[in-house]
C-alpha cells in the first residue's frame, strides 16, 4: 500500500524515560555532546554514560523525557532533577561503579581519573568560585536530538514538553548551565524567557552562565506555551 504524499507523517513518541534506555540516552549525548570540544563527559565512553543515565533515571525527583522515532530508537532526550542534591548524592554513592565503567578510558589517558575526580569535588553550587554545575536545587541538566533524526520544531517541542512537566508537577523556578561558546542554545533558552542570573569561569577556564526560568511569570509560561 503507497501512502498518500500529502498525508502528514506520524509523530515521534514522547515519553517518560525508562531504565532500559540508558543505552539510547548514552548514544544521543555521545553523538550530540562530543560536538562540543569543551564537553567532558563523553570522553569516558558510551559504557559510563549508560551507568551515568541509568542511576539518573532511577532517582525518585528526577524528569528524564526521550523521543523515540518509528523504529523504536531514542534519538533525543531531556533531562533534570527538582532536587541536584539527591543527584550529587546518588553519584556519590555510586562513584566506584562509575569510575569502572570508566576503566577504557581511564587506560587510553590515566589523567581522565584526576579530571573525573576534580569535576565530582567541584560539582557544588557556583558562587564564582570554581565549579562546573550547580549542585542545589532545581535543575535542567541535558536537552539534546541526533542532528538530521529530529527536526528542529521537534527538539524545540521536547524541551517545551520538560519544562511544561516540572511546572505541572510544582516546579516553580529551574536553573541550567550553558557555554558562552554554546550561542544557539543560549538563544534558545533566552527566548523561551530564561534569565541570565550570572556567569562563572569552570574549573578548566570556561566562561559559563548560569540561566534560571521563573515559571511562576505568566510571559514566561507563555513564551514556553505552557
Not at 2 to 24: H, N, Q, W, Y
Not at 138 to 160: M, N, S
Not at 186 to 201: C, D, N, P, S, T
Request: with cysteine.
Amino acid at each position: 500500500m503507497v501512502s498518500d504524499p500529502g498525508e502528514p507523517k506520524p509523530m515521534m513518541k514522547l515519553r517518560i524515560a525508562k531504565p532500559r534506555d540508558a543505552a539510547g540516552l548514552a548514544e544521543v549525548y555521545w553523538c550530540t555532546a562530543s560536538k562540543l570540544p569543551e564537553s567532558f563527559l563523553p570522553t569516558l565512553g558510551r559504557v559510563f554514560l549508560a551507568r551515568y543515565h541509568r542511576i539518573l533515571i532511577a532517582e525518585p525527583n528526577s524528569i528524564v523525557l526521550c523521543l523515540q522515532d518509528l523504529n523504536g530508537r531514542v534519538v533525543g532526550f531531556a533531562s533534570g532533577t527538582s532536587a541536584m542534591e539527591e543527584h550529587m548524592a546518588a553519584l556519590s554513592r555510586n562513584r566506584v561503579a562509575l569510575v569502572l565503567s570508566a576503566i577504557p578510558a581511564i587506560t587510553r589517558r590515566p589523567s581522565t581519573l584526576w579530571a573525573m575526580y576534580k569535576r565530582f569535588r567541584a560539582a557544588r553550587h557556583c558562587k564564582g568560585e570554581e565549579g562546573f554545575i550547580l549542585g542545589a536545587g532545581p535543575r535542567l541538566e541535558y536537552w539534546g536530538c541526533i542532528e538530521g533524526a529530529v527536526a528542529p520544531a521537534e527538539a524545540l517541542d521536547l524541551i517545551r514538553a520538560w519544562l511544561a512537566i516540572f511546572w505541572r508537577l510544582g516546579g516553580h523556578s529551574v536553573s541550567c548551565e550553558v557555554d558562552h561558546s554554546n550561542d544557539r542554545v543560549l538563544r534558545i533558552h533566552k527566548a523561551f524567557g530564561a534569565k541570565v542570573e550570572r556567569k562563572f569561569i569552570t574549573g578548566d577556564g570556561r566562561e559559563r552562565f548560569i540561566l534560571k526560568y521563573d515559571l511562576n511569570e505568566e510571559g514566561t509560561r507563555r513564551r514556553i506555551g505552557i
